[in-house]
């Protein structure tokens, strides 16, 4: 399973009860990434994904307080007193659910559209003008409420630790 939409390392880590070799998160993220599994993956991008999670991610990671990495022994864990990280592994804000309503409000601008076209009344008789308005209405108004969505989820968030 893919984990779309979420910080991949932190979401692998929280279902280890001990910790894992750095080299092992790697293949995983790789697999997953590459949709694919751990036996069929190329060398190169098992490097690929082993050389960012060394050199940027575990890091940035320790650094926010959220794991434990040792780099002599490659070692890596979800420390039990990390902030709480729900927030970096889950869709917390339901952003998963914004494509469903743009295809919703899509979907109604379409059928508007086409009974004005057709000369439904009373929407035969509204200008096409007046009919092209309310499209991008809509649109504008689901866009700034989207917008105004994902400004308040960032804002509920504790601490950043910047780009997955």
Same mark, same amino acid.
């Given at each position: ?10 979401? /692998?880590? $929280? ?9 092992? %998160? ?5 697999? +997953?990434?590459?949709? =694919? =599994? ?12 082993? !050389? ?16 434990? /990495?040792?780099?002599? =022994?490659?070692?890596?864990?979800? $420390? ?17 659910? +914004?494509?469903?309503? /743009? ?8 059928? %508007? ?16 003008? !007046?009919?092209?308005? !309310?499209?991008? #209405? #809509? ?9 105004? #969505? ?15």
């Amino acid at each position: 399973m893919n984990p779309q939409g979420k910080h991949i390392p932190l979401y /692998y880590l $929280r279902q280890q009860i001990e910790p894992v070799q750095l080299t092992d %998160l790697a293949e995983e993220l790789a697999a +997953w990434e590459n949709d =694919t =599994t751990v036996e069929e993956l190329s060398s190169q991008a098992r490097k690929r994904v082993y !050389v960012s999670l060394y050199q940027t991610h575990a890091p940035k990671l320790q650094e926010a307080g959220l794991i434990t /990495y040792d780099a002599d =022994t490659g070692e890596i864990a979800l $420390r039990e007193d990390a902030p709480e990280v729900e927030p970096f592994i889950s869709n917390g804000d339901n952003e998963s659910k +914004w494509y469903q309503y /743009y295809g919703a409000v899509a979907l109604l601008n379409a059928v %508007l559209l086409i009974a004005a076209i057709v000369g439904v009344p009373p929407l035969g008789t509204i200008s096409p003008l !007046v009919i092209g308005l !309310v499209v991008i #209405s #809509s649109f504008l108004v689901l866009s700034i409420t989207h917008g105004v #969505s994902r400004r308040r989820g960032k804002n509920n968030k504790s601490f950043d630790i910047g780009e997955p």
